[in-house]
């Protein structure tokens, strides 16, 4: 019988529980039972990436780029030392998160700790933990599943089994509807999971605890609306029918006019308003598209298409804002990478150089620049035409203000 995925060996789990439970301040037993799920979700987010080619590239370049805390790692969960940076070790499992559950952390969180009763402040810390756990096991372990792409989906779907048996059977349909599973996994979504404990309860019984309050009052009103069009389409008179005929308000063909003039009015002031803000833009052999006037895309499309601009130029940007303490993007900003991406692929001379200033330190403004490195790279952009720097002899940050260059080489 081949061994279950995991991220931990059961070993490590033992010696870490009581220091994760510490600092999750829950129970032993309850971060027991959340360890599978932990490697459930993990899992699943792998299996997503069979799917997209794109993501998979992120998530090697990710891995082969990314410094990983390795002697943090190896403190949490070994036995010789209590000295290590956990918050080092959730820096790269947020990282990992975000190319393997993108947008999916607070659906999880919100949904795992009420299906199993703990705080969901817990279950994401702890995902986070162990996300960058699976970061070193992928690096130093699984790392030849990286090779490319037909490589990585072999070896993972051949553990898709695994994920029904991590995950207790509460939680198992809650997870794949998540993570959106059911084409990989093949999870009938009729199929409902009890917990063995409750496997007493009938069906009805069943149905019963999974009605909310607000599909109560939504039936109510339904109701409610069918009786009054019965009764006033069987008990109205023919009396109340000739009276609504005869004393129905006619609308002056003045007031049709002033109201045809206002719709106008009000479409010619959104054109303006579009006109005014908004420019559309074209990539050769593309289709045009809006953007903001002010975008940074306004300028790098004009230098592109300038074939007599043969030097480096930087560009501010300005759109691009990252969280001060998790160092990741506060927006998607998906259109400026998408569009972006499109602009290089078209022209594949051009090489990208991310000079990123966080602020604070050069091992920050890094962290930014790979964010940003790996966004294009999800688009589809090779690696090798993408680089990350902290300072470059071009740019002049103003103090100590976080900020954003792109640098585009022909």
Known sequence: MSQLFSVL???EKQHIQKRVAGMLQETEDKVAELFPVWEAIILGGLLKLVRNRIRFNALYNFILQKPIPVESIEAYVGKTTDEYDVDAIMRFGEGMMSILVPDKKSAIAMLLSRDLGCKSSSVLKGLTLFFGFYGYKLKQTDYPALKDWKTYSAFYLGMKSDFNALCSGKVQYTISDILLLSDILKV???VTYVDDSESHVDASTGLLQRITLPMMLSVVGVILLGGF?????????????????????????????????SLTQAVLDSNRLKADSL???????????????????VPVHQFLLDS???ETTEFSVGELQFDAQSDLLLQPNDLVF????EGLYTFKNVHVKWVVNSGKDDRA???RGFVLKNRLVGEGVAPGRIEVKSSDPSVSFSGGEAQVYLLLIK
């Open 188 to 190: 009938d979504p009729m």
């Open 365 to 367: 403004s890094l962290k």
């Open 308 to 310: 007599t601009q043969k």
């Open 279 to 297: 420019t559309t833009l074209v990539w050769p052999d593309g289709k045009p598209f809006d953007l903001p006037k002010t975008s940074v895309l």
């Open 229 to 261: 069009v019965i009764w006033y389409t069987t008990f109205r008179t023919l009396e109340d029918e000739d009276n609504v005929a005869e004393t129905e308000e006619i609308i002056p063909i003045d007031s049709l006019t002033k109201l045809n003039d």
């Open 338 to 341: 998408k569009r972006l991406a």
């Open 9 to 11: 060996s059961e070993e």
